[in-house]
């Protein structure tokens, strides 16, 4: 079965670029129809998606945040990572990977980003 | 942008009630729709899939419905640990849209 582990700083300075990591284990990031999916939810608010990619590398972002957003694989350490420029306060949140369908079967426990100077 | 409403935001339920909890989306996603359960503190977990499949592991006394804008989640006899806010999720249309989130209390 396949399980989830978001890593990354838990604070990031305004202006600067936000770089989160998806460890996966249980199965290849590359496998055939995997989807994975990066969705955030700031403090006492609901869930939004960030952005997605296939197991063939095509992605798919939130046009909200698609000018500052890059998800790419890892295939040497099976990680599924995320780079988020120019952060401000708005992208304090915590931030999921999750996977491996459009369903977002599973996901991780989550980490929490804090932007703040 | 594919706007999911749920409804209601917020309900206080007893234990062995039944509830509804309403998805609607503002336009056709035909069966599309995933529902999630978050409890304080941890990730959402899926409970249904594309309307009405259940997920591997969730207990009987989850279902949902519905196809097109119009979709529900029932969970009848309504136990302690059900406690969580709920969420109505689209994958039918780029960009995925979540609903705001149906808050459940239990008495």
């Known amino acids: 079965q396949l399980q989830l582990q978001e890593s990354g700083p838990g604070l990031v300075k305004p202006s600067e670029t936000l770089s989160l990591t998806c460890t996966v284990s249980?199965?290849?990031?590359?496998?055939?129809?995997?989807?994975w999916g990066w969705i955030r939810q700031p403090p006492g608010k609901g869930l939004e998606w960030i952005g997605s990619?296939?197991?063939?590398?095509?992605?798919y972002f939130n046009p909200s945040l698609k000018s500052r957003v890059t998800i790419f694989l890892d295939t040497s350490k099976n990680q599924v990572s995320l780079n988020l420029t120019s952060v401000t306060s708005a992208d304090t949140a915590k931030y999921y990977c999750?996977?491996?369908?459009?369903?977002?079967?599973?996901w991780g426990q989550g980490t929490m980003v804090t932007v703040s100077s | 942008e594919i706007v999911l409403t749920q409804s209601p935001e917020f309900q206080s339920v007893t234990p062995k009630e039944k509830v509804t909890i309403t998805c609607r989306a503002s336009?056709?996603?035909?069966?599309?729709l995933h529902w999630y359960q978050q409890r304080p503190d941890q990730s959402p977990k899926l409970l249904i899939k594309?309307?009405?499949q259940s997920f591997s592991g969730v207990p009987s006394r989850f279902s949902g419905s519905g196809s097109g804008t119009n979709f529900t989640l029932t969970i009848n006899s309504l136990e302690a640990e059900d406690a969580a806010t709920y969420y109505c999720h689209q994958s039918g249309s780029l960009p995925h849209t979540f609903g705001q989130g149906t808050k459940l209390e239990i008495k």
């Open positions: 999750a996977s491996p369908t459009e369903a977002f079967d599973m």
């Open positions: 249980g199965g290849s990031i590359t496998r055939s129809t995997y989807y």
């Open positions: 990619i296939y197991y063939s590398g095509s992605t």
């Open positions: 336009r056709s996603i035909r069966t599309s």
């Open positions: 594309y309307a009405s």
